[in-house]
Each structure stands twice: as C-alpha cells, then as structure tokens.
C-alpha cells in the first residue's frame, strides 16, 4: 500500500475547537431547553451534522436552532480554538514531501475555512469538502469520494484521519484506511469501538504510517 493522499476532519482532529462546540451547544440548548442539558450531556452531539442533532431533538425547530448555534459559533470562534500538538509541523511536513491534502467536514464550507486560516493550516489543503459541498454527509462516503475525485485520487491511496465515528465509518464505506486519534474529546476507547486501522497518538505519529522518517532527514541534511 503506497499512500498519496491523506483527508482530515477538521474540528477535534486537525483544530482543537472542543470547547467552542460545546459552549454553543450549551448556549442554544439553554434557549431552547433551560437547565436541561450540561457539559457531558452535549458530548453526544460532537461529531453529526448539526442539522441531524437538532432534528433529533426537535424538527420543526432544527433550522432555528441551527442558526442560533451559528451566529454564536461564529462570534466566538477564534477566542475559543486551539490547536493540538505537532498538527502544524505534520501537515507541514506531509505537503512538503508532496502529498495530497484535503479537509472533509460536516462543517459548512466558509466555516471551515475560518478555522483553517486561523490556525496558518489553509495553504496545505488543496480541497475542503464542507456539509453544503454534499447531499450526504458522513458516514456516507460521498463527500470522501468528493474530495478523491477532487485530488485525482483513489481509495486504495487514501487514508481518512478522524476523532468521531463518522470519520471512522465514512472511511470504510469509501473503501479507504482508516485513522483514530487517540486525543478525541469522546476517548480513545469509544473511538475503537469502530476498529479504524491505526490509531495516533500525535498527530505526528502519522508520519510513520506514511513512510517519512523526519529524525533520519534531520541526520542527513547536516
């Protein structure tokens, strides 16, 4: 297996925004359903599209409730996110060495884009497949196969790198490999769960996976 391309999650995967997910959903539900949801009751809706989470609760009001999470998602973006470590100097290091790189999120497309510029990661990514780029988000393979087709490449090259099981099952029903990251904010052992074939500790543990030794490139290049 020699692999060329590499798709990522955003949000938890290659941009720490836990906290930024959960506040808005702690702000829209406490609207909508005062006192009734905390902090670990809205770890559940990490992940899905959030038109599926608010449909769930209530489906003649998702669109609403979508919309109120937006404007304070948006507001409070980039006071809220962070970034995990060695992301940037992976990402960097893998377009370097002149592989693929694409983004598949169940974020809106511009959304994403914010994220991805905050954190100095957009100049890597030659495709960013967002929610309103599809007409199934994962765990439907479309917006894998979207950006595939988008990168001139093919499934049996490709890896897809998540921390949900969206990621995880979106990967195998696209007929790619499968990576977990170990820092997902539901753990490592939830993420298991959906057997992806490798599982990071670091981001930079991908590294290995694709063939590049950055410590024997260090040694020789002095």
Not at 109 to 127: I, N, Q, V, W, Y
Not at 161 to 179: M, P, Q
Request: a negative charge; hydrophobic letters at 35%.
């Amino acid at each position: 297996m020699t692999i060329r391309t590499i798709l990522f999650d955003l949000d938890g995967t290659l941009i720490d925004t836990n906290e930024l997910i959960i506040q808005s959903f702690l702000h829209t539900l406490g609207i909508y359903y005062p006192g009734r949801y905390g902090r670990e009751d809205v770890l559940p809706f990490i992940g899905p599209s959030l038109y599926e989470t608010f449909g769930s609760l209530d489906p003649e009001r998702a669109e609403e409730m979508v919309k109120t999470y937006r404007t304070f998602n948006h507001a409070r973006h980039d006071e809220l996110i962070r970034e995990f470590d060695t992301v940037y100097e992976t990402i960097e290091t893998l377009h370097r060495r002149g592989f693929r790189l694409g983004v598949v999120t169940t974020k809106m497309h511009d959304t994403a884009l914010m994220g991805l510029r905050k954190t100095r990661l957009e100049p890597f990514f030659s495709c960013v497949i967002g929610l309103d780029d599809v007409n199934r988000p994962k765990p439907d393979p479309e917006p894998i196969h979207k950006a595939l087709e988008a990168l001139e490449s093919t499934p049996d090259e490709a890896l897809m790198v998540g921390d949900n099981y969206h990621d995880i099952l979106a990967g195998k029903n696209a007929g790619v490999k499968t990576v977990g990251v170990a820092w997902a904010i539901k753990g490592r052992e939830y993420l298991e769960q959906y057997k992806p074939d490798y599982m990071l500790e670091k981001m930079s543990d991908l590294l290995a996976i694709v063939g590049i030794n950055e410590r024997k490139e260090e040694a020789s290049s002095r």
